[in-house]
């Protein structure tokens, strides 16, 4: 069955520090593949996402992912984190059936 | 463009009250969804309707019905509220086709509810 793992439930860096959140997923076919951020008490934002081509791929916010085949990898990345990064993390990939398949979340937390 | 909206923000219902859940997008997508967001539990999908007429169940369906009463509007409705229904509810709505392949989802800002 399709599945999207985030092993990291929360996450804690100082700012200006870097980031990696890790995405591990589990599809038959060439996945579509997503970031979204949820700032607190919002909905879901697109941070980026990929469908083919170039492996790695930017974002908005200066965030980038790299999509890695054969580690069934998705991790999301960014080189130095600001305290407005605090917030929680969604991968997801698609399509099953039209539908998109989340992880759990991993929460962000920024140290000043 | 206002993008996904949805009404009420937040809620308060009684066990066994009924109550329904708005939501509208003015991108014309074709696919709208209704998911529900528990802590440590990420979204799990309730309905969602690929296009105008149809809908079809999600992960999550026992308790709720829904109506897509237009290319627009997708409403969700819980019949007789219980208690493990308290939870945060996004719509989400995209655009699908063979064509154009899978596109990402746009989210509304939620709706926040308690069943007391």
Known sequence: ??????????ITVSEGASLELRCNYSYGATPYLFWYVQSPGQGLQLLLKYFSGDTLVQGIKGFEAEFKRSQSSFNLRKPSVHWSDAAEYFCAVGPNTDKLIFG????LQVFP | ??????????????????????????????SMYWYRQDPGM?????????????????????????SRLN??????????????????????????????????QFFGPGTRLTVL
Do not use: W
């Open chain 1, 1 to 10: 069955a399709q599945s999207v793992t985030q092993p990291d439930i929360h």
């Open chain 1, 104 to 107: 759990t979340g991993t929460r």
């Open chain 2, 1 to 30: 463009n206002a993008g996904v909206t949805q009404t009420p923000k937040f809620q308060v219902l009684k066990t066994g009250q009924s109550m329904t859940l708005q939501c509208a997008q003015d991108m014309n997508h074709n």
């Open chain 2, 42 to 66: 990420g979204l799990r999908l309730i309905y969602y309707s690929a296009s105008e007429g149809t809908t079809d169940k999600g992960e999550v369906p026992n308790g709720y019905n829904v």
């Open chain 2, 71 to 104: 290319k627009r509007e997708f409403s969700l409705r819980l019949e007789s509220a219980a208690p493990s229904q308290t939870s945060v509810y996004f719509c989400a709505s995209s655009y699908q086709s063979r064509t154009s392949g899978f596109n990402e």
